[in-house]
């Protein structure tokens, strides 16, 4: 069992930014990858971003690239999210999950979740 825990969600305006965390315990011995992703009411939760174990493959979905940044800390069992440039279309909860078949968009991969942290951006 993973246990994930996000946090740094809140309300922030159109251009600004912020930083969620996702802290992992539990089965944090094995080599496992991370993944983002976000829902809004209505809609399917949708891929944000993955790492890998290592942190040397870090895919991203096209709305976010080059203003979202993922990256791990393997020592302190934390995944982070930095965004930028946020736009009011980023509103939603954001999730951090985790699987043990690599840092994939594939929603089905994933196998344990957090309970998901509120992000609103006001136009």
């Known amino acids: 069992q993973v246990q994930l825990v996000e946090s740094g969600g809140g309300l922030v305006q159109a251009g600004g930014s912020l930083r969620l965390s996702c802290v992992a315990s539990g089965r944090t011995f094995s080599r496992y990858a991370m993944g983002w992703f976000r829902q809004v009411p209505g809609k399917e939760r949708e891929f944000v971003a993955a790492i890998s174990w290592t942190g040397g493959i870090t895919p991203y979905a096209d709305s976010v690239k080059g203003r979202f940044t993922i990256s791990r800390d393997n020592v302190k069992n934390t995944v982070f999210l930095q965004m930028n440039s946020l736009k009011p279309e980023d509103t939603a909860v954001y999730y951090c999950?985790?699987?043990?078949?690599?840092?994939?968009?594939?929603?089905?991969?994933?196998?344990?979740w957090g309970q998901g942290t509120q992000v609103t951006v006001s136009s």
């Open positions: 999950a985790v699987n043990f078949q690599g840092a994939t968009s594939r929603t089905g991969a994933y196998v344990y």
